[in-house]
């Protein structure tokens, strides 16, 4: 029995540290891939903005909020809270705005509830659960959230 515990004792020995170091790369992995994702879509929007608003006005449903609207909050979104993500400040409440436009991507899309989902509706599944994860695990030490809290307890 002792044994056990010494091989125990040894296998994790450096989870601590591995968890934080690794869970810190994981975190900044994620926000940047993800964020990546939505500047690029901001991006796309703001480029041609006519389109954006035709897309709005004729294909995407937005529940409850006028086009133009959503247009302007979507675009707004996609721009700015992946800036967040980036450099790690309010992560975590970015990361929910983010899985918050991303939800309503996904309910505003006109074949969701038809046998001919779109196969993008998949990758917002999976930004939608990667957005969850910096949501519940944090942005890690590799973030301006990190920084300003060894500031504020040093």
């Known amino acids: 029995m002792k044994n056990l515990f010494v091989l125990h004792r040894l296998s994790t020995r450096y989870d601590e ?11 900044l992995a994620i926000r940047l ?8 879509a901001g991006l796309v929007k703001v480029n041609d903005w006519g389109s954006t608003l035709a897309l709005f006005h004729d294909e995407y449903k937005v529940p409850l909020l006028p086009p133009d ?3 302007y909050m ?6 700015a809270l992946p800036l967040l993500l980036f450099v790690g400040l309010f992560s975590r409440p ?8 991303n939800a309503m ?19 917002h ?17 590799f973030s301006l959230d ?7 307890l040093g």
Do not use: H, T
């Not at 540290?17 to 975190?27: F, I, K, Q, V, Y």
């Not at 891939?33 to 690029?40: E, I, N, S």
């Open 74 to 79: 979507g675009a707004a979104g996609e721009l």
């Open 33 to 40: 891939y993800v964020g990546w994702q939505f500047m690029k």
């Open 94 to 101: 970015a990361a929910l705005g983010l899985f918050l436009v």
């Open 69 to 71: 609207l959503a247009a």
């Open 125 to 141: 599944l999976y930004w939608g659960i990667l957005l969850l994860v910096v949501v519940a695990i944090g942005p890690g030490r």
């Open 17 to 27: 540290a591995l968890g934080d170091w690794g869970g810190s790369l994981a975190s």
């Open 146 to 152: 990190a920084l300003i809290g060894r500031k504020r």
């Open 105 to 123: 991507a996904v309910i505003s899309y006109p074949q969701l509830f038809s046998f001919e989902c779109p196969a993008a509706v998949n990758d």
